[in-house]
């Protein structure tokens, strides 16, 4: 069975989904939830919940975790190209379509992007548009803008 736990956040409530030891999905507060999910918390939310709650207040760059989103294999080389991108910097979709060497799959990285099935644990927040820009993120620009801001802020702690 997965279960499910909340956590409270400077951008809202955030439910982490565990299965089978692993992080599989992450809901933002306005993201509808599945209904086959039970709310426990196992030690592995305690830990996302913890390693969570330590990004936000700046004390932690990098999650170590056991994430298993479930997707394509593109869309999961995609993902493992977002792991890759350092704390408070960002990169286009076309330098991630680069980086997995299919430089002309731009759209599909941002589709891949779109699907992410772990944001915040899995960074498609550093992703912008070629020309700089903010685009696309499921939880809303102001979410996605709001991470950046504490990353930057964020980037010269060395914890």
């Not at 565990?18 to 599945?34: C, D, K, V």
């Not at 930057?152 to 702690?157: G, I, Q």
């Amino acid at each position: 069975m997965k279960s499910l736990f909340f956590y409270q956040t400077i951008i809202g409530k955030i439910g982490v989904v565990e299965n089978e030891g692993q992080i599989t999905n992450l809901y933002l507060e306005s993201e509808e939830l599945p209904t086959d999910l039970e709310i426990r918390e196992t030690e592995v939310l305690k830990t996302a919940g913890k390693q969570l709650l330590e990004y936000f207040t700046g004390r932690r760059k990098n999650f170590e975790l056991p994430l298993a989103p479930a997707g394509t294999e593109f869309q999961r080389r995609v993902w493992q190209a977002l792991c890759h991108i350092p704390y408070g910097e960002t990169v286009s979709y076309k330098e991630i379509a680069k980086k997995i060497n299919n430089d002309k799959a731009t759209r599909a990285v941002g589709m891949a992007n779109h699907r992410n099935p772990i944001p915040i644990f899995i960074p498609c927040h550093r992703v912008i548009g070629a020309n700089g820009k903010l685009v696309g993120y499921g939880g809303g620009l102001e979410i996605k803008k709001a991470l950046l801001e504490l990353e930057y802020l964020n980037k010269s702690c060395c914890l």
